[in-house]
């Protein structure tokens, strides 16, 4: 099954269940009215979403429009358009690895057992298309292309298989990053406020089902294709590298405290050892131009740069559909 | 105007107009179902909100109930269950240097333009008597008093003046803090994820002009009584000793982002220079005798201790009404 919203009425959209091929899209009203609401009622709503997604499937549901459309024409919010946390983990240590080799320092031991994880502002998810917004270019503007799980309630100190059986949803995030912003606000020593903006998730979210045999052990095994202005950034295979599973970053999360229905939990950033798969941010080409050619050459984003970020599955079919966001100066 | 919630039926409880002196509160449905809803809709409903206040203060909301005894009955929420953000500052640099003094380590310079903040939970936020819920004693639970404020809708770089204006309601927090946790999960360098528990909010949240000419330049300028097992562990002035104002803190907050209404903006742990005040936090107890005695002794909070956390106005009236909670095991 797989869900979207679209924009409006209020601020949590209007569910959508949306096709397997992402054409058709109808509004999921007589079942629930928001993907918030949904989540905190799952058992009693699930089945009655799955109901509609089978009678689109069929071409039975008369008010089905066509959901490219709808994209195209920025109506599409997020799947859940504002979210009660994010907390984005760093599963992937590839990338962490090349953040501290560029400033000469080693991963701390720790960070194989114990998952990096920090808390993000969720309160305002991006749609897929709209763009990224900013006061300066000098803030470094960064995409980071992540698979991310939307989940039920989750008690505190759940255990890997509780946190597994608390997925809901899979799709994928933008998590945009001031990357020189970064480093003065890490040096306080209390994670990121400044350092982050809001974030973009994928046009629609789906049930782990819907992955078949590429969802094993919480990881998503297919390769998430970041492009910048049209061009490869790279194409890490997110089930290749990961120290952590959704299914650990969850637990994690939970560990002191309960998650509630609608929590987003992040993998941070996809990265692969094998350096011709290249990367998904900036970032992390800068660090590995500058080890290796002593300068970061790829530039950060600036306004009216674009990015896209897709997952397509063995036959070249889109899973998410694609973030596709333009940076754009911010005015109040 | 006083604000609150009843739990129910939803996770956004029910609203209620509460009077001047917390006896009485009337469900406010006919203006808006959830604060969440009016803070989303201030401009049309702050004037409904306020009529039902006139009405209820003047004995004549026919369905108005003992707002004590509703509280007494655990059926009070926190004025908003659960917020989108929580963006928690340290706006009195007296706690970070007792911190800091006692690791033998100084306050950097910056710290004292720069406001330091981290972004922690929101999606549960604990009503005024419900109880801290932990798996174990070891985590070194304790409690934080401060102030918070509740905003509408705040554009990304928001001045201060323009972040004083997007105050919508002020109250107090109790920010569960798990001291033994912290260390290491800070030496990893992203913030707090494991190390802070769900907070608590006061029963009340009020519209600033409540508090009078106690509230003056962004700070409440009124002691905030902390008790530990009936015990007084401080009574700090808010209005002392704040290097930041919640218009400071917000705009900090908002610096690279817009708040969306709901959000949450704390002061971090008051504290006074004047140690005769005591403190609104275990944690800063225990450091000035570490430095000052050789060792620390107060403890950290266990199964079945007592914390109240209060603010009173000159005439001795409780504010936002009593923070009273009971540490108990967590069961899931």
């Known amino acids: 099954m797989k869900l979207a919203s679209l924009k409006g009425p209020g ?5 959508l269940v949306v096709n397997a091929g992402l054409t058709r899209a109808v509004r999921a009203e007589g079942a629930s009215p928001t993907l918030q609401h949904a989540l905190e009622n799952w058992d009693q709503i699930e089945a009655k979403l799955r109901d509609v997604a089978a009678s689109l499937e ?3 549901e008369r008010h089905a429009f066509d959901f490219q459309d709808a994209l195209a024409q920025g109506k599409v919010a997020a799947p859940l358009p504002r979210a009660y946390e994010w907390l984005d983990g760093s599963a992937y240590l590839t990338h962490v690895e090349r953040v501290r080799r560029a400033r000469n320092d080693k991963v701390p031991e720790s960070f194989y057992t114990d998952p ?7 309160g305002d998810m991006m749609g897929a ?7 300066s270019e000098d803030w470094g503007v960064d995409l980071e292309g992540e698979v991310v799980a939307i989940t039920g309630d989750v008690p ?3 255990t890997k298989d509780e946190a597994a059986a608390c997925i809901r949803l899979v799709t994928l995030v933008n998590d945009v990053s001031f990357r020189r912003l970064i480093p003065a606000e890490l040096a306080k020593g209390f994670g990121f406020v400044n350092g982050k903006g809001a974030n973009a998730l994928a046009p629609v979210a789906l049930t782990p089902d819907e992955l078949g045999a590429t969802w094993k052990d919480g990881k998503v095994h297919l390769k998430l294709r970041c492009d910048v202005n049209g061009e490869r950034l790279g194409d890490p295979n997110a089930g290749v590298d990961a120290t952590f599973s959704l299914f650990d970053l969850i637990a994690h999360a939970a560990k002191t405290r309960e998650l509630k229905a609608g929590t987003l939990v992040g993998t941070g950033t996809i990265s692969n050892a094998d350096k011709s798969t290249g ?3 900036l970032m992390e080409a800068r660090l590995v131009e500058q080890v290796e050619e002593g300068a970061a050459k790829t530039p950060f984003l600036r306004f009216g740069d674009t990015v896209r970020i897709e997952m397509r ?5 889109s899973v998410f559909g694609a973030i596709e966001q333009r940076v ?5």
């Open 58 to 60: 069929q071409g039975q």
């Open 279 to 281: 990367y998904a941010c």
């Open 156 to 158: 505190m100190g759940a």
């Open 328 to 332: 754009e100066r911010y005015a109040k």
């Open 313 to 317: 599955d063995a036959k070249g079919a």
């Open 11 to 15: 601020r949590d959209g209007t569910l």
């Open 129 to 135: 298309r709209d763009p990224i917004r900013v006061l």
């Open 116 to 122: 990096l994880m920090y808390q993000g502002g969720a």
